[in-house]
Every structure is written in C-alpha cells, then in structure tokens.
C-alpha cells in the first residue's frame, strides 16, 4: 500500500507553465517498484489517462493531446511523482490525480485506470485568463 498526495495545482494563463508534485509515502515495496501516472477529471465524471512511468523508470507513455507538452519524471530518491506541464490550454482544466500500482504493466495498460490501486486527493489546475 502507498499513500499519495497532490500538490502545485493553480490558476494559471493560456500557455503558462505548471508542475504538479506526487509525492509518497509507502511501506514495504520500494517506490522505484511501482508504476506511476496521471489522470485527469475535467468537469464531469470521465476521467482520463494523462502520462504514466514504467516502475524501474524504463518507459513513459502519454496521452496524445499532451505530446510535447507535458513531462512526466521520477524521482526515486524522494520518492516524488513529477508532471512538468507547459503551453497550457483552457482544455487541460481538471482535477489531476496520481496512481500507482505495484503490477507490472506493458505499456498498452498503463492508461488503464482499472489497473492502479492506489490514488493521491487531486490538485485543481484552472488554465483561464
């Protein structure tokens, strides 16, 4: 089991910058064993995958919409889960929530939600002017 929380959600401009934090706390399994991703719930029910890291850090994959956008790293040592969000569009509001699961994933699944046990609170990110 891992606790995640949230954290740098904000107000930001078109095409401003922001960088969510995820950071853990776990026992047993060492952070560096878990697949990690964002997801992201705009108004409304659906929520969708938004970029994930293989555990080991041995791949990423992204959501098409945010290729060349947004950055997803890791950093072991502190245990932290990063989302480096850049040219922001009033269409990447949303809550954004940080997953992780202990299973290891092919890259098709890792934008599966069905697939992570664990999930942080959410940050809110607001892209308006």
């Known amino acids: 089991q891992v606790q995640l929380l949230e954290s740098g959600g904000a107000l930001v401009q078109p095409v401003g910058s922001l960088r969510l934090s995820c950071a853990s706390s776990n026992s047993g399994r060492a952070f560096s064993g878990y697949s990690l991703a964002w997801f992201r719930q705009p108004p409304g029910p659906h929520r969708a995958f938004v970029a994930a890291?293989?555990?080991?850090?041995?791949?990423?994959s992204n959501k098409n919409s945010v290729k060349g956008r947004f950055t997803i790293s890791r950093d072991n040592a502190k245990n932290t889960l990063l989302l480096q969000m850049n040219i922001l569009k009033p269409d990447d509001t949303a809550v954004y929530y940080c997953a992780a699961t202990n299973t290891g994933l092919i890259t098709s699944s890792l934008a599966g939600d069905q697939y992570y046990e664990n999930w942080g609170q959410g940050t809110q990110v607001t892209v308006s002017s």
């Open positions: 890291v293989q555990r080991m850090n041995t791949g990423t």
